[in-house]
């Protein structure tokens, strides 16, 4: 089935082999310009081949927003755990990569954002997510440290862990779950927070960006963490 969807002057879509180049462009353009330390392949090897990544494997997808013909956002969505270290081994085993979705490359260009580009292009990745039968889950992390991420992804997914402590060396991230509609709910915190206690083994530093999109597409540099921070605890039910 084809995705499509327009936004104001944007089409959105699921992307195609003309729109590789565009979208590679924004990529780079990000870590560049946005992250300031440049393309990494260990994080990023996936944007060198976006075809064989994204638009080759049934399972896997790229979207791309366009106004005219030139792509001004991305999103993708491959078969992907989380990676242990530096997460915790438990989010591993509770999202293997036979079952799990996770989100990628949610990026728009500076002048194109605020116009809910990322909020659609994640929607349209979440419709295609759905109508796999293979994938249970649709799993993404982000860095708080990034102002807007945390907020954003709370308006759309539900928390899963938080291994936030109040320590500047503590790892940033939260880690989330989409719902998908006809598939279990996503697990709830006070259930992960029994199965794995939040120790300093188990959260050191990450060394690679994370995906996210403060409805603006950006992803996690090696920033420091910011100073202050008062104790977090794991988001109750709702």
Known sequence: MQQHRSVGPYELQAAEH???????????????????YGYRSDWHHDVIDLAGTYLDPDHHALFVATKGDEVVGTTAVR?????????????VERYPEETTAQLFRVYVRPEHRRCGLARALVGLAIEFVTRQPRYQALYLHTDTRIDGAEAFWRSMASPIFDPRDGRDDTYQ????????PGR???HRDEDVEAASPRS????GPDQSPTEFDRVAGRSTPPAPPTPGRPPARLPGPR
């Open 79 to 91: 078969a992907a755990a989380p990676k242990s270290p530096p997460h915790p081994r438990f989010l």
């Open 184 to 186: 279990l709910q996503p």
């Open 173 to 180: 991230a939260v880690h989330f779950e989409i719902a998908l």
């Open 18 to 36: 003309r729109h590789v180049d565009g979208a590679r462009s924004v990529m780079l353009d990000t870590f560049y310009r946005d992250f300031g």
């Open 200 to 203: 300093a083994a188990d959260h």
